[in-house]
């Protein structure tokens, strides 16, 4: 026979609560268990600020911005994820990515969020470099399209 695996109280990429056997109140570690997979699923968040906003919905996730203030304090870079009336956080991983709404493009934890910065659309150049230039400007726009960069 193996031997039990021992559990630390949670998980160590997304820090998801465990449950312990005679546990009291269990449906509280599953419901923010619960809350943190729906938000961290495939993440989507509002944008990037430093303040909490003044009123919030129930799955909102923003990225937490620098010198981070009020509830935020002290969670630089996380992702601040409301929920049951309050603040939740998780820490990025390295090659998460989530879906900025504001900014209109995916952005990557790596060693802070990235975003993909597109090539400025060329210019110049003699009349044989216009087709080249065309097809540069249709990738541009399709990697703008796609999220891919601003």
Same mark, same amino acid.
């Given at each position: ?55 919030? /919905?129930?799955?909102?996730? *923003? +990225?937490? =911005?620098?010198? &981070? !203030?009020?509830?935020? @304090?002290?969670?630089? %870079? ?25 900014? /209109?493009?995916?952005?990557? *934890? +790596?060693? =802070?969020?990235? &975003? !993909?910065?597109?090539? @400025?659309?060329?210019? %110049? ?26």
């Amino acid at each position: 026979m193996t031997d039990p695996i021992v559990f630390t109280a949670r998980s160590a990429r997304m820090n998801l609560p465990f449950l312990f056997a005679a546990q009291a109140q269990k449906e509280a570690t599953v419901n923010e268990a619960l809350a943190r997979i729906d938000s961290l699923l495939a993440p989507s968040v509002v944008g990037e600020t430093a303040a909490p906003p003044a009123s919030s /919905a129930d799955g909102e996730c *923003w +990225i937490v =911005g620098a010198d &981070a !203030l009020d509830a935020w @304090a002290g969670h630089d %870079g996380e992702l601040a994820m409301f929920t049951g009336g309050t603040w939740m956080f998780a820490a990025p991983q390295p090659g998460m990515t989530v879906f900025d709404q504001a900014a /209109a493009h995916f952005r990557r *934890w +790596i060693d =802070g969020w990235q &975003a !993909l910065a597109l090539p @400025a659309p060329p210019t %110049g150049g003699a009349t044989i470099d216009i087709e080249a230039r065309a097809a540069i400007a249709v990738l541009i726009d399709e990697l703008r399209t796609s999220g891919m960069g601003t």
